[in-house]
């Protein structure tokens, strides 16, 4: 299990580095994500060990959410005075997320489309 974490704080560790060193505007864990994606792809499988280390955290990730939900409390106020532009902000950018999947998923699916009928 401490394998696994360090393999998974070394991911995401890489990635904080590439990105404060280049100077990406793409956060640190998620190219930790995408560096462990690539190591998985070219295992061609999840280790066992990382599986069940990654299902635990899994279940309790509802954990990880404690310290937001105390710093809300711990800000109420500033969310009485500002509800209004923070509920738009939310909307606004939950509608913008679902636009964006759904052209991802429009352009994938044509690609797909276009990659089948040439190689039909």
Excluded: Y
């Excluded at 209004?84 to 994938?108: D, H, Q, Y």
Aim: hydrophobic fraction near 60%; aromatic fraction near 6%; charge should be neutral.
């Amino acid at each position: 299990m401490l394998r696994v974490f360090a393999l998974l704080l070394g991911c995401q560790l890489l990635g904080e580095v590439i990105s404060h060193a280049a100077n990406l505007p793409v956060p640190g864990p998620v190219l930790g994500m995408v560096f462990l994606l690539f190591g998985l792809l070219w295992l061609r499988r999840v280790p066992e060990s990382l599986e069940s280390t990654s299902r635990g955290l899994l279940d309790n990730l509802s954990l990880l959410f404690v310290p937001a939900g105390v710093g809300i409390v711990q800000h109420l106020d500033i969310l009485r005075a500002q509800w209004l532009p923070i509920a738009a902000a939310i909307v606004g950018s939950t509608f913008l997320t679902m636009l964006v999947a759904a052209a991802a998923m429009l352009g994938t699916e044509a690609l797909l489309a276009r990659v089948a009928a040439k190689n039909a």
